[in-house]
């Protein structure tokens, strides 16, 4: 029973270590090379996306209501 408990921690922390590194690796890589994360260019094109519909749709119901 404690090996099994010490078997699940060693686990667990070297879980925790490669998460880690993984995470501060690709950090560092997006710092250097001056990039966002791919996650936050989505959400930064979604925003985009979103403001040009508006703009498009704003332009529409000009052209409506001048008719």
């Known amino acids: 029973m404690v090996l099994g408990y010490l078997l699940y ?3 667990d922390l070297g879980v ?3 998460k880690l590194t993984y995470d501060g690796t ?3 890589y997006y710092w250097w090379r001056g990039i966002e994360y791919p ?3 989505r959400q ?3 925003i ?3 403001e040009e519909l508006n703009r498009r749709l704003e332009n529409l119901e000009k ?3 001048a008719n």
Do not use: N
């Open 9 to 11: 921690e060693v686990v």
């Open 16 to 18: 925790a270590v490669v």
């Open 26 to 28: 690709r950090a560092l």
């Open 39 to 41: 996650e936050v260019q």
């Open 44 to 46: 930064v094109r979604q």
């Open 48 to 50: 985009e996306d979103t």
């Open 63 to 65: 052209i409506l209501a």
